[in-house]
């Protein structure tokens, strides 16, 4: 029963993702939800880091940065295949985040939250200010993504190879959270002291999920480029972590349909209040704040207790 | 999506009865527009909406354009580029405008350049580097002067004073990091030698360090500060408070009442280029600027109640030109408008006068630039 209800809910997304095109009128929408999709594969992964291992990461915007500029650089100046730059960048990404994952990860708290804000907050400054690579803070173009002569452009191809990477994030995240490691993962969540009693190597698993979540970041920060076109430094910015992490926190925290519905909402939104004449941003904040009031555990998991309280939410 | 057809129905039904009703029927012109109205660039961003808005208002009240009514359809970036970016694929797509007014940044400007190429649809921009119009976008026109035209503004005026070793203090924000490009490029070209070359962080409180180490360059002879909001004005007190008796430049970024508001006393003596807007009321009668700037600004603040800045006469000057555009074309047909936009010769706006040509989308000279100099808390004119 469970197995089948576990394939039920990928084969339903499929199903979501095939049918989609036919309600989608035109460009732009195919546009908002190219863009809920790349936030939702950020989303699964910085959930396995927040939700599930209980570790915040206030500067995740800088690994989607790494990816995107090593997106625009490398094509750019050097000449490098987009694939190929973008695969640097999601290396890069993850040695920064491995090599400084030990130091961070000896703090706990706000001083964790701190530390990431500020490896966020340097990366970002350091986009900035090497204008001679990234073009400073009003950005450069990005070369289009492209393979044998074929290259991926318009809405709608753009479309399904996103659908076909959420699709595969989604499955590659439900089955980390049921394997060994994401056992250990929810373990070192509960108690650290006590999962190192049973076994659990405590640091080992921090610092791999944090650079597991480093290389997502990456990789879509490039996808992300290579999509729009033209990155600022805004894609490295501390507000763009923030909106991240309010994604996990309103979807809810360690539950994979939570960061699907919060990326969700969190992309529509703006969109859905912009007709608010100078109250979208009222508007905006109003809606987040009663969500944390009367559903402070996020929408999916306060949604679930509550339409089947006898039954703990299957992450 | 039963909606989205009865309104279908409604608009068929509404488009047979039009057509046998006088042309005010007919559908409005949409003005399409994505401007950081919240976010760091939000004091650009604010006074272009409101000057949009203010005008999209008062031409419909004179009956429009083309006898049909225009219709303002704008969304706020935030001040982050590749939200313009998702806007204006809403604005070409979703809404269906006849033209773009708007990207207040260079970023958000430049984010929906490839949109505009691929929708061949006229853009005019409100940012200000010279990348927008340099090398020529087909669909892409702007109405801001360049931050070259502020370099060689300032570097002529220097000139004229004897000044040839400049200490130039440049912010790191867009804005900073484009002008310090740009004056560079003109300094090695007009023959003045920079000397020191310092920068500053937009949201710095304090750029006395920067300031004691160009006092103590050797053989400086005067300061040019490339920077926009509240910086400049802090850079003029930590002037006064070192003491420093160089003549001291500002870019067109500050031209505003603000500023002068902001540095108070240690304003006093400092000189910028700006746009004729500022000075309205000063400039001579035979001035050709003189009713475009002085009707403007009476509008603006009238309604508004408060000062008026260059940044919404770009966005006056950006929606007059296009309304040009249409009638000259007689249509809403984009390639018609581009081409009239292109054509525009001898339009007279808050900026200056308007010439565009196949090679020149900006359309503006150095004398839509005049140097104006801080006197008791106001401007002057210089010479």
Known sequence: ?315 | MVKHSLFKIVTAAAIAVGASLPAHAADPIKIGSVLSVTGPAAFLGDPELKTLQLYVEKLNKDGGVLGRQLQLVHYDDGSDASKANGFAKRLIDDDKVDVIVGGTTTGSTMSMVPLVEKAELPFISLAGAVVIVEPVKKWVFKTPHTDRMAAEKVFDDMKKRNLTKVALLSETSGFGASGKKETEAMAAKMGITLVANETYGPKDTDMTPQLTKIKNTAGVQAVFVFGLGQGPALVNKGYKQLGIALPLYHAHGVASEEFIKLSGPAGEGVRLPAAALLVADKLPASDPQKAVATAYRKAYSERYKEDVSTFGGHAYDGLMIAVDAFKRAGSTDKAKVRDAIEATKGYIGTGGKVNMSATDHMGLDQSAFRMLEIKNGDWILVN
């Open chain 1, 1 to 315: 029963m469970r197995v089948l209800r576990r394939h039920s809910a990928l084969l339903f997304l499929a199903g979501l993702l095939l049918l989609l095109p036919l309600v989608l009128p035109n460009n732009f929408y195919y546009d908002i939800v190219i863009r809920m999709a790349i936030n939702a594969i950020i989303v699964l992964g910085l959930n396995l880091l927040i939700g599930f291992a209980g570790q915040i990461s206030l500067g995740h915007a800088g690994f989607i940065g790494i990816g995107a500029y090593a997106s625009a650089i490398f094509p750019t100046h050097f000449g490098w295949h987009p694939l190929v730059a973008m695969a640097a960048g999601a290396a890069i990404a993850s040695a920064i985040a491995a090599i400084l994952a030990r130091p961070i990860f000896r703090l706990k708290g706000h001083y964790l939250a701190m530390a990431t804000l500020g490896l966020g907050i340097i990366i970002a400054i350091v986009i900035k200010n090497e204008a001679a690579y990234t073009g400073g803070p009003d950005g450069m173009p990005v070369a289009a993504l492209g393979l044998m002569g074929f290259e991926i452009s318009g809405e709608k191809q753009w479309y399904w190879v996103l659908a076909a990477l959420l699709l595969f994030s989604f499955w590659a995240a439900r089955n980390l959270i049921d394997s060994p490691f994401g056992r250990a993962l929810r373990a070192l969540h509960g108690s650290e002291v006590a999962s190192q009693v049973m076994g659990v190597d405590v640091v080992r698993y921090k610092v791999a999920i944090f650079v597991l979540s480093a290389f997502f970041a990456s990789l879509m920060g490039s996808v992300t480029a290579h999509y729009i076109g033209f990155v600022t430094p805004n894609i490295a910015d501390f507000f763009h972590s923030i909106e991240l992490v309010t994604m996990v926190v309103i979807g809810g925290m360690a539950s994979i349909y939570g960061s699907l519905i919060g990326a969700i909402l969190l992309t529509a939104l703006p969109q859905a209040l912009s007709t608010f004449e100078g109250w979208e941003t009222v508007a905006f904040g109003s809606i987040l704040m009663l969500c944390m009031i009367f559903m402070p555990r996020g929408l999916v998991p306060t949604l679930t207790a509550r339409f089947r309280p006898n039954e703990r939410e299957d992450p």
